[in-house]
């Protein structure tokens, strides 16, 4: 087809304007694969970008959506082919490179991985980036060497999307998981997933000391800010944290404290630049290791008329779990 279905952001002088448009095929960016998009999905990133609460897109116009699944349409690349199941998270997806709001993108080859066997292109989304980055949470802790004897594990934003699968995979793992919430009328909905204590937000968001009581070994941070400093500060010796998100602040109002005195290490983890070998085994593991039934719990589906309305809803913290987005 010579043209599609996309949303579209543009800029003028009167702000930011989001619309859905027919956008030509010739005007897709360079790349040497195109795929037809099925799927995508809601990210907090994806959310900021619809709503313009965050630079998130860079170049205008842009079709938003981070993440996306799909078949190839065409390829002149060595490792694909028309008709192969595809992912794709991250690399500038929706920010510097037109998105997955739409039934077709061109990317490069290269940002591509397969959809791994055991994974219908709906789960694939309704895993996304924030699953995703989930897993590599879990795999940094791993490789930090932490195991489940040592102590508890924290998540905090758990009601999110990467909290949700990060309660899920450390439960599953055998982790103690206390899950962190603004949101206590959710506490079923996280102890479905795996968690064994629920904390209130409130317990993360008071003054910072430089130590606290140590409740715990590990944990998965989404929000950053006070939060984080707190959960570092009550991190027990020799403990970590993967830290993955910023929506509580980019901030950090911490001290040395915990790092010098108590052995504690605080790991980034990024999805959007992750190499290729990573991602491949993130996937695979998570194919194999995250419960479909308890994907299926924390997953709702949208069609793609109704993703500028869950945008606005993501950014003010009233969606729970994924939300997968029906393109085709």
Known sequence: MASFKALVIDKSDAGQNVEFRDFDETDLMDGDVTVRVSHSTLNYKDGLALTGKAPVVRRFPMIPGVDLVGVVETSSH?????????????????????????????????????????????????????????????????????????????????????GSVAVTLLARAGWHVIASTGRP????????????????????????????????AAGVDTVGSVPLANVIAMTKYGGAIAACGLAAGMDLPSTVAPFILRNVALLGVDSVMAPKALRIEAWNRLAHELDHGKLAAMTSTIPLAEVMEAGRKIVEGQIKGRVVVAIA
Request: aromatic share 6%; charged share 20%; net charge negative.
């Open 185 to 216: 009328e959710e506490a079923d909905y996280l102890k479905g997933l795996g968690a064994a204590e629920i904390l209130d937000r409130s317990e993360l968001t008071g003054a910072v000391r430089p130590l606290g009581k140590e409740r715990w």
């Open 78 to 162: 060595s490792e694909f082919k028309p008709g192969d199941a595809v992912i794709l998270n991250g690399w500038g997806l929706g920010e510097t490179h037109l998105g997955a709001y739409a039934e077709k993108v061109r990317v490069k080859g290269d940002w591509l991985i397969p959809l791994p066997s055991g994974l219908s292109p709906h789960q694939a989304m309704a895993i996304g980036t924030a699953g995703y980055t989930a897993m590599l949470c879990l795999m940094a802790l791993e490789k930090h060497g932490l195991t489940p004897e040592r102590g508890p594990a924290v998540v905090t934003g758990a009601v999110g999307g990467v």
